[in-house]
């Protein structure tokens, strides 16, 4: 993916972002931040058994967070918690600048430059990282 | 002003987090490289003359603080690792003791973590209440403000001489007398009013003054507690150790030495006194009032540049320190200081550490641009055209 496309996708996922918004009764909740920046997402998710049904979100972040978040969102809903686990292991794969599998990805491989600026990885990386940790949360 | 003293200032980089730290100057960086290479001895130890070199440099160093802030005794100067600890020691170390159930200490909302945090624990621990002082229009402290606040229960007033978001300067000489006619304590924390302009602890009557060396031109990891000498006496080390006493034989027989070595247990921060040293004579060379005024009229430069552009939204357009906090429309700040990095320009954004601010600001998040001297017109010019073209800054942010 070339440079225009990436940025193009990410402003896309920035002004229009998927499921922004509160959700009703039922949804797991967990909040997503980091200490070096100020970024703060609360992710909901809705889950039908071993599978994700929906997933929506709040708060308030930069560019890069709240597209990644967007995109994900896109990604994952349908997916089981272990789908969901492999494709957030493959975006921490990428952001690290490592070889990931680029059709699981899809469109999220428009971080694949950006993240190796300052600390963009760490925006990239956040909504995967409050994810991660509510599949491990209903995995226990 | 000065820019030729300063190593990173050759480089294409334009700074403007010194609210975050200062540059250091080469005088600093080689004074302190001349102690590992020349003299690197503990201090307070050894009977050879490569030790006594090191006690006469780490106690001109004191010297030199006690002049600059014109303290009345030598004592009453107690080296830290910064502001944070010097607040940490105030709190725990006086007050704790000295403060019962009931009693309240007035804050602000933009104070620091720092000066913040110390008394949350303080509260939750001993039920003394916290209480803000309220900001008017502008984010200020005023003294009317402070009389409504002030009751028989207040026992201290513990606030940013200057905060690190608004800027504003706040009436400290005014607060002491104030809070002296009504028998509270004045904790000040200076570290972002000692580097940018004169602090003189007996004009002000200020009882405790906390600040950090890196602010202002020093290195990391040093700063000074102030305390006026009859407080500081009662102020209970927070830490115990080598250098700080005189004896001890058993839990009940430990002899503690006098001020200021009682308060400064352990191998110091030796490289970083020293060069602190450094840096307060470089700043007095220069003088704090050319300093400040420097910083004034850099900063009415960039208001009166920015206050043209429509999509920019200043949070303090009235406010006297080097330190404009600002909001692009719609636009993240940490995407506007992502974008002024590809161009190498360094601000910062986000809450800056003040967190309970929003609740009279309105906003989370901000881009903070902190000058100090060495800034120039030409960098105001660069960052300003930069943030005048909208589009460019959405198009460039990622
Ligand atoms: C107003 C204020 N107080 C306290 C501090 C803490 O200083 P230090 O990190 O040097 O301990 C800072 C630093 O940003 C500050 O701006």
Same mark, same amino acid.
């Given at each position: 993916m070339n440079t225009e496309e990436s940025r193009q996708i990410i402003m896309e996922n920035y002004l229009?972002?998927?499921?922004r918004n509160h959700p009703h009764d039922g949804y797991q909740e967990v909040n997503t931040r980091n200490v070096s920046c100020i970024d703060n997402i609360n992710l909901y998710i809705k889950w039908n058994n071993n599978k994700i049904e929906d997933i929506t979100f709040e708060g308030e972040a930069c560019a890069v967070s709240i597209s990644s978040t967007s995109i994900m969102i896109k990604n994952l809903i349908g997916k089981t918690k272990e789908e969901a686990l492999e494709y957030i292991h493959e975006f921490y794969k990428m952001t690290n600048g490592k070889t990931f599998n680029k059709e699981m990805l899809q469109d999220a491989c428009c971080y694949e430059e950006i993240s190796?600026?300052?600390?963009?990885k760490v925006c990239a990386n956040l909504p995967l990282k409050g994810m991660e940790k509510a599949i491990l949360e209903k995995l226990k | 002003m000065n820019r030729e003293d300063f190593p990173l200032l050759k480089e294409e980089i334009i700074y403007f987090d010194n609210s975050a730290t200062s540059l250091k100057p080469k005088c600093v960086i080689d004074k302190m490289a001349d102690y590992y290479t020349n003299y690197p001895a503990n201090a307070?130890?050894?009977?050879y003359d490569l030790s006594y070199k090191v006690d006469q440099e780490y106690e001109e160093t004191r010297e030199l603080v006690k002049k600059f802030i014109n303290a009345?005794?030598?004592?009453e100067i107690v080296f830290t690792s910064g502001t944070t600890e010097s607040l940490n020691m105030i709190v725990n170390g006086f007050f704790e003791p000295l403060l019962e159930a009931g009693d309240e200490v007035l804050l602000t909302t933009s104070e620091h973590a720092s000066n913040i945090l110390p008394w949350f624990r303080l509260a939750n621990k001993k039920g003394i209440k916290l209480n803000y002082i309220p900001l008017d229009n502008n984010y200020y402290v005023t003294i009317d403000n402070l009389k409504k606040v002030i009751?028989?229960?207040?026992?201290v007033i513990s606030i940013?001489?200057?905060? &690190?978001?608004?800027?504003d300067i706040r009436p400290v000489k005014e607060i002491c007398k104030l809070a002296h006619e009504n028998n509270v304590f004045v904790v000040l924390d200076g570290a972002q009013m000692v580097p940018h302009c004169k602090v003189d602890v007996k004009d002000l009557d200020v009882d405790f003054l906390a600040f950090s060396a890196h602010k202002m031109c020093g290195p990391t990891g040093v700063g000074v507690l102030y305390g006026k000498k009859e407080l500081l006496e009662h102020l209970e080390p927070t830490l115990l150790g080598?250098?700080? &006493?005189?004896?001890?034989?058993?839990?009940?027989e430990i002899y503690l030495k006098e001020l200021p070595t009682r308060l400064?247990?352990?191998?110091?921060n030796i490289s970083g006194v020293i060069g602190f040293g450094e840096a307060i004579k470089y700043l007095e060379k220069i003088g704090m009032d050319n300093i400040h005024k420097r910083e004034h009229d850099l900063r009415k430069y960039l208001i009166d540049k920015l206050?043209?552009?429509?999509?920019i939204d200043i949070i &303090?357009?009235?406010?006297?320190?080097g330190i404009v906090t600002f909001n692009v429309s719609n636009i993240f700040s940490q995407d506007v200081a992502y974008y002024l990095n590809k161009y190498n320009i360094c601000v910062r954004a986000g809450n800056h550490c003040a967190k309970i601010l929003k609740s009279s600001v309105g906003v989370n998040n901000t881009v903070r641009v902190s000058i100090y001297f060495y800034n120039t017109y030409e960098e105001i010019d660069n960052l300003v055209e930069l943030l005048s073209d909208y589009d460019k800054i959405v198009k460039e942010m990622i």
């Open positions: 229009n972002p998927q499921n190796k600026q300052g600390n963009r | 307070h130890r050894g009977d009345k005794y030598l004592e009751t028989p229960q207040t026992k940013a001489g200057i905060t &690190n978001v608004i800027g080598g250098g700080m &006493n005189e004896s001890f034989d058993n839990p009940s400064e247990a352990g191998t110091r206050l043209l552009l429509k999509h &303090n357009i009235e406010s006297d320190s």
